[in-house]
């Protein structure tokens, strides 16, 4: 079973900046859609951002549109979520996984605090 393993997190202020990377082991990764997933303290977690297998193709939770960019390069296994003028209501753990069906093991996240 594949292990993902995201890092990138901190504490930022408002309209300020992150990337997020998450790096997969296993041969599997070119072949998936891949998606980052938030979970803020007492809600569900949900997708804010996923591209298709080559890159092509991206989609966007509306509250993130505009503001975040993912990308992968599958010559490393990793995918990225660059995040720019963040917002108190971005704070959340940020998780990576395939998509629509979560076939990893889901990693530990990484934390992203923004600060009003």
């Known amino acids: 079973q594949v292990q993902v393993v995201e890092s990138g997190g901190g504490l930022v202020q408002t309209g300020g900046s992150l990337r997020l990377s998450c790096a997969a082991s296993?041969?599997?990764?070119?072949?998936?859609?891949m998606g980052w997933f938030r979970q803020a303290p007492g809600k569900e977690r949900v997708l804010v951002a996923q591209i298709n297998w080559s890159g092509g193709r991206t989609s966007y939770a509306d509250s993130v549109k505009g503001r975040f960019t993912i990308s992968r390069d599958n010559a490393k296994n990793t995918v990225y979520l660059q995040m720019n003028s963040l917002k108190p209501e971005d704070t959340a753990v940020y998780y990576c996984?395939?998509?629509?069906?979560?076939?990893?093991?889901w990693g530990q996240g990484t934390q992203v605090t923004v600060s009003s």
């Open positions: 296993g041969r599997t990764f070119s072949s998936y859609t």
């Open positions: 996984n395939t998509n629509p069906s979560q076939n990893y093991y």
